[in-house]
């Protein structure tokens, strides 16, 4: 377990398994009995519980082309913020602990805030997702300028919705997280209406800044989301139009040499009373027609453009 203390608030995070086992303060006692009834499993948001708001969230995060599920659950009021990581507690563990140790420097070695120990969770989830925005937008405009060039791979039906799973599960954990951050600042307007107070002033103002940038991530993702429909169907276009044309020069050359297969059943057939039969330059008659017909085909498809 980790802790870590300020004159206004302390910063607590343990493991599930530490959480279940240890001597529990009061804090963690009511995070455990409120974990084990609101489950982060299959429950996320935020709720009012006695003098605290329990929070629980889930998130997928990507590593190496690997994706895991981060599970956790937090008490949070003026004075302490207690969080309990189910799943995936040394990758959060490290997104705190590097946010918290870039804070300790330009603090000079002063310990952080309990404010510190929101933004260190919060926004190491929104810097990952604003990483990941950045780098599946420039993506999809390098497929879609290699679209308007004309150069078509077939693959890229298989790498799209592969990116359409990635949207999609990031714009519901972004989602969730939004409407996490919403409850809590709901929650607290309601308190401060009945003339109480869970959070301090300085988390309150982060919180309601956090979900203005989390909102904004939000609608960036469903706008990629949507661009990536448009670039599918973009793709669709592109393809059917490269069958469309390779099909239209099949036909065109068909249509060219269809007038030779007639003149060459015409001619193949043994009358003795053909005129051109024994005349002496019948063959070579036939040869200028053939090879004239061929030229008026070609001249024609090319005067409308259809070779």
Not at 6 to 21: A, F, Q, R, V
Not at 131 to 138: G, L, N, P, W, Y
Not at 222 to 232: A, K, M
């Amino acid at each position: 377990m980790e802790e870590r203390k300020e004159e206004k608030g302390t910063i607590e995070m343990i493991g599930w398994e530490d959480l279940k086992k240890c001597e529990r303060n009061p804090s963690q006692e009511l995070l455990l009995q409120s974990i084990g009834k609101l489950e982060p499993e299959y429950w996320s948001g935020v709720k009012l519980v006695e003098d605290y708001l329990y929070g629980a969230f889930r998130f997928h995060e990507e590593r190496k082309r690997e994706s895991q599920i981060l599970t956790g659950a937090f008490l949070l009021n003026e004075q302490k913020f207690v969080l309990a990581v189910l799943k995936g507690e040394s990758e959060i563990r490290k997104q705190m602990e590097e946010s918290l140790q870039k804070e300790d420097l330009q603090k000079n070695g002063e310990e952080p805030k309990m404010e510190e120990g929101l933004e260190a969770l919060f926004e190491g989830i929104l810097k990952q997702g604003q990483q990941k925005v950045e780098q599946m937008e420039k993506y999809l405009m390098d497929v879609e300028q290699e679209i308007v060039k004309g150069k078509i791979n077939r693959n890229r039906n298989q790498t799209i919705f592969e990116c359409k799973r990635s949207l999609a599960v990031w714009k519901n954990d972004y989602a969730q997280f939004l409407n996490l951050v919403e409850s809590i600042n709901g929650l607290e307007q309601k308190k401060k209406e009945d003339q109480g107070q869970i959070l301090s002033e300085e988390s309150a103002c982060y919180f309601r800044v956090y979900e203005n940038k989390l909102r904004r991530l939000t609608e960036e993702t469903q706008f990629l989301y949507e661009e990536l429909v448009h670039i599918r169907e973009a793709l669709d276009a592109a393809l059917s139009y490269e069958q469309n044309r390779i099909m239209k020069v099949f036909t065109t050359v068909t249509t060219v040499f269809m007038p030779l297969s007639l003149i060459a059943g015409w001619y193949g057939m043994n009358f003795v009373f053909m005129p051109e039969l024994q005349w002496k330059y019948g063959y070579v008659f036939v040869g200028i027609l053939s090879a004239l017909v061929v030229l008026v085909c070609i001249w024609f498809f090319k005067r409308k453009k259809l070779f």
